[in-house]
């Protein structure tokens, strides 16, 4: 009964996103919350099967002629993995575990189970099952409220939040606990106080909303009805407790997360929709560089705790999604198991974010294997030989090398475009690194040095599924220095410059360029751009 319920709140919650669509005059295409890559519209329609008749039938809807192509028949069938009878052969994408599962699990299968649990789409299907009613709706237009465990994620229906307080407080908010105190949260419906209780375990800023929500308590009066709010927010909202928003490993956790949890929040067919609101739970105004990737999501401005200080505001649906720190969480704590790859839920999150901001893959006049060497204008971790390196590769002929800075300077959908179109991708350790998430399936990831962090963007391309590879002769890399943490009098690799081996350089970008021209993705990919074959464009 209680899944029934869950189900039903759920709906409820997310059928705004279509009405606003349908009453906006400016939304002249009735399909244009949908806006997903071709390749995940057999599991969407799936999903909603009669929005898939519907369009079928509509002669203006533009998925029309992709439903009916030959490439979306054969995988009509496709599930993304957390959907009840999804099988492993429908699943959007399958993980592969060719390394050993002794030590770690008892099975092959085991291992197999793990990876998916911890770092795919069955991390969205536990999400899911383990959802629970914490306040319960006795009639249709009451509050309501759900939270997965340990309330690492949240939605809710008619809550009031009351941020009066605010506008006393002088002091900048960010990673504060105490932003809401007793009875500054709650809902008009039947509190199930010690279930919610249960789940304040995990008491930390970025890692569950148990620090909001243990101040939850039940209205006497429905909030919006009663003229209790100064502001109603009426559009599907998104309050989101973000990491290092200047740091683009730190800030695409927020962003995995945020699709993410559009997955565990999927009940209706505007779940994807973007005429949402995002507000952030801090009192800075939001800037990042990496802003663009929030068009993803909301076409709508960030709106910060400034914006309501002083105010008592409600929402008619609102999501609190999961976390950039959770315990075990995506992907800051994942506890990948060893041996294992390829998770479908980064896939899809790549293949989601390239579509919405129309960056593609350009076509190539030869066969020459695309190399981006990431230049880093830092402090530390600075390449001191980069000229002799860049130049060594620049006069092999099989290579098309260009050198770059993602600086502030280049806009970030540009950087992306520049991603996207690399086969091998070569950096130091540090943040730009994380733009391995949005390389081509067959790229290799170099990682120049690795600055004894061997694992951190080892595991985040184990969790893309490309390549990795890292200095291999220690005796062969030259620091210039011992390298001094900034903070602490101690030894730190991070904190210093290094010089290479120009010959072994050489030697591992051959050793990359060799993994990259036998994938068999690439081979696919150079095939297609040599024979035109009729109906490409309906293709998946």
């Known amino acids: 009964m209680r899944c029934v319920r869950g189900a039903t709140l759920a709906i409820s919650a997310t059928i705004v996103l279509l009405a606003h669509c349908t009453r906006d005059a400016s939304c002249s295409d009735r399909y244009e919350y949908i806006n997903l890559p071709k390749a995940h519209l057999p599991m969407y329609f799936r999903r909603f099967p009669a929005l898939e008749k519907q369009c079928e039938a509509d002669e203006n809807c533009p998925y029309r002629t992709v439903i009916a192509s030959q490439s979306y028949q054969s995988r009509k069938n496709g599930c993304w993995g957390y959907e009840d009878g999804c099988t492993e052969r429908d699943r959007f994408a399958n993980h592969s575990c060719h390394g050993s599962h002794v030590g770690y699990v008892k099975t092959k299968q085991a291992q197999l189970d793990t990876f998916y649990s911890q770092a795919d789409f069955g991390f969205v299907r536990d999400q899911i099952r383990e959802t629970r009613i914490m306040c319960e709706p006795q009639f249709p237009h009451d509050s309501s409220l759900e939270c997965s465990k340990y309330l690492r994620f949240c939605r809710g229906r008619n809550l009031m939040l009351n941020f009066t307080d605010l506008a006393a407080r002088s002091e900048p908010l960010r990673y504060k606990m ?112 990496f802003a663009d990737t929030f068009k993803v999501f909301t076409r709508n401005p960030i709106v910060d705790l ?163 590879l890292t200095w291999e002769r220690d005796h062969l890399v030259h620091p210039e220095g011992e390298g001094k943490h900034p903070e602490r009098d101690e030894r730190h690799a991070k904190f210093t410059n290094y010089a290479f081996d120009v010959d072994e350089f050489e030697r591992l970008v051959a050793k990359a360029a060799d993994q990259v021209r036998t994938h068999r993705e690439f081979e696919k990919f150079l095939t297609r751009g040599k024979v035109h074959r009729p109906g490409k464009k309906d293709e998946l």
Not at 262 to 280: A, E, I, K, M, Y
Not at 405 to 419: A, C, K, M, N, W
Not at 433 to 443: G, M, N
Not at 445 to 454: Q, R, V
């Open 178 to 289: 105490d932003v809401l105190g007793p009875g500054q949260i709650g809902g008009y419906c039947r509190l199930h106080g010690e279930r919610l209780r249960d789940e304040l375990q995990h008491i930390s800023p970025l890692q569950s909303w148990a620090p909001e929500l243990r101040f939850f308590q039940r209205l006497e009066r429905p909030p919006i009805e009663d003229g209790r709010c100064d502001v109603v927010i009426e559009k599907p909202a998104f309050i989101m407790k973000i990491d290092a928003a200047i740091n683009m490993y730190h800030h695409f956790c927020d962003f995995l997360n945020l699709y993410a949890s559009l997955h565990v929040n999927l009940s209706h067919v505007g779940g994807f929709g973007t005429d949402t609101q995002v507000l952030v739970w801090e009192s800075y105004t939001y800037l990042s560089p």
């Open 306 to 468: 400034k914006t309501y200080a002083g105010k008592v505001v409600c929402f008619r649906n609102v999501v609190m999604p999961l976390l950039p720190r959770m315990i075990f969480g995506l992907y800051y704590n994942t506890p990948i198991i060893y041996g294992c790859e390829n998770s479908g839920l980064f896939h899809a999150f790549s293949e989601h974010v390239l579509h919405r901001l129309n960056v593609r893959m350009s076509t190539r006049p030869n066969d020459r294997l695309r190399i981006t060497f990431l230049s880093r204008q830092t402090r530390y971790r600075r390449i001191l030989n980069e000229d002799e390196l860049v130049e060594r590769i620049t006069s092999n002929p099989n290579y098309a090398v260009q050198r770059v800075s993602y600086g502030h300077d280049l806009p970030f959908v540009e950087q992306l475009r520049i991603t996207r179109n690399s086969d091998i991708f070569i950096g130091m350790h540090g943040a730009g690194l994380t733009h391995l998430l949005f390389l081509p399936k067959w790229a290799t990831l170099f990682e120049l040095y690795h600055c004894e962090d061997p694992n951190c963007y080892r595991d985040l391309a184990r969790l893309r599924g490309v390549h990795y």
